[in-house]
């Protein structure tokens, strides 16, 4: 017999609504219709408001923290399972506890796999995600992952600065395969910072291991918190004689002095992705959509086209 693709639907949790919005449009349809409701105590319980019965619907929600972005999804994909969708794709723009991917002390948890596991057990049968904190999370899961890359939206963006003496910088030795990844494709030079850490958000102490002097320097990252490591590689490259620094980082965490942070640096640009809401607290933040791409590739995978066209690295 044939196989007879139906309709997709699309539904965003709380948080991503906006950009669920975007995601829609794109892809050519309307944003289903989902209520919660909240008991007084903070409990709430999210609501389907139409039939997905035997329908594939991708759920869009980033899951980083408070604990309540990932709660709904999972209660969201519970609800979709109990009423017999028959595809559910988690559409998760930032994984959230991603670095908590290994045990870096005795008596610590992985959370990363902790939370693959849970939307699993929740009833998801596929991932779709962006610029994880480390390519190997791929492997908590033992559904399909599609692990895309903000590379191709970013790349274009870089491009059309038309930059002299473009230089990209990693701002750790964790973060240089990325890096070298762009610096191929902009076919440029590289440089990595070495920080060591204090504890979690504190950094002791970093050195820069290449020349920026005269550079136009891009720092590459999958994410910024709160912007310390950022601003101060920034900083340091422009004492070590770099023309400007910008910095491109996929998910804009931007958590307790992330703004000051920015705007009490020499960093002269932070572009990121609108996979998490951006509070328009600094002029130097450019936001870039995802939503085009995500788009396309959740289109791709309903009618069971290859994406790997998406994967620039």
């Excluded at 490591?229 to 980082?249: F, H, N, P, Q, Y």
């Excluded at 086209?305 to 690295?313: A, H, P, Q």
Aim: aromatic content about 6%; hydrophobic content about 40%; overall charge neutral.
């Amino acid at each position: 017999m044939p196989i007879v693709i139906t309709e997709a639907k699309i539904f965003a949790c709380t948080q991503s609504k906006v950009l669920g919005e975007k995601i829609a449009k794109s892809f050519g349809a309307d944003l289903g219709k989902v209520i919660t409701s909240t008991y007084s105590d903070g409990e709430f319980q999210p609501s389907y408001e139409e039939s997905i019965r035997g329908t594939r619907i991708f759920i869009i929600g980033s899951t980083n923290p408070g604990p309540e972005n990932l709660m709904e999804m999972l209660l969201m994909i519970d609800a979709a399972k109990r009423a017999s969708a028959r595809h559910i794709t988690a559409v998760l723009p930032y994984f959230g506890w991603a670095r908590q991917d290994r045990k870096d002390k005795p008596r610590v948890p992985i959370a990363a796999k902790l939370v693959a596991k849970m939307l699993e057990a929740a009833g998801a049968t596929r991932i779709i995600t962006m610029d994880l904190h480390a390519d190997q999370i791929q492997g908590f899961f033992e559904k399909p992952v599609d692990h895309l890359f903000a590379s191709t939206i970013f790349l274009p963006y870089l491009q059309s600065l038309n930059l002299d003496n473009l230089t990209i910088a990693s701002p750790d030795m964790g973060g240089s395969k990325r890096a070298y990844a762009y610096s191929k494709a902009l076919e440029c030079d590289v440089v990595i910072c070495y920080k060591q850490r204090a504890k979690a958000n504190i950094i002791s102490h970093m050195e820069l291991i290449g020349d920026v002097t005269g550079k136009n320097v891009v720092l590459v990252d999958d994410m910024v918190d709160t912007a310390g490591t950022l601003t101060k590689a920034a900083d340091l490259m422009m004492e070590r004689g770099a023309l400007s620094v910008r910095a491109i980082c996929t998910h804009p965490v931007l958590s307790g002095k992330a703004y000051d942070n920015l705007n009490n640096s020499k960093l002269e640009e932070l572009i990121v992705t609108d996979s998490i809401p951006v509070k328009p607290l600094s002029d130097k933040i450019k936001v870039l959509s995802c939503a085009d791409l995500f788009a396309e590739v959740m289109e791709k995978v309903h009618n069971n086209k290859s994406i790997s066209s998406k994967f620039v690295m």
